[in-house]
């Protein structure tokens, strides 16, 4: 697969879905810390993990992994994407939450 072939994949998950976390591993089994950082933050958010959120395991595809980093020009992962718009990783999520933005921007309620 080329670069412009995953560059494509990624183009379309994340337009073709509201909430994506590309991440180490899925909700259920984090792979990594930073990756459960995110997860229970939506969760604290008021995300459905399960219905309202896609997961992309970034370790089961070495093209995502590394063409994720190219698409957000953003070096780490776990990486969040609301309605197509790059959020950031797990230290711009957690300062959302802290602020009260990330409810704001997922129209959860703080809990």
């Known amino acids: ?5 995953t560059q494509q994949r990624i183009e379309q998950l994340v337009k073709g879905h509201e909430l994506v976390l590309f991440m180490k591993g899925d909700a259920n089994f984090p792979m ?23 997961t ?3 370790l089961e595809d070495e093209g995502i992994r590394q063409g994720i980093k190219d698409y957000s020009r953003w070096p780490t992962i776990p990486q969040l994407y609301v309605k197509g718009e790059f959020i950031g990783g797990s230290d711009i999520m957690m300062e959302m939450y802290e602020s009260g933005e990330l409810q704001q921007l997922l129209g959860g309620q703080a809990t």
């Open 32 to 54: 990594c810390g930073f990756s459960g950082r995110a997860i229970q933050i939506l969760k604290a958010v008021g995300v459905d993990t399960a219905a309202a959120l896609t």
């Open 56 to 58: 992309v395991n970034v």
């Open 1 to 5: 697969m080329t670069d412009q072939d």
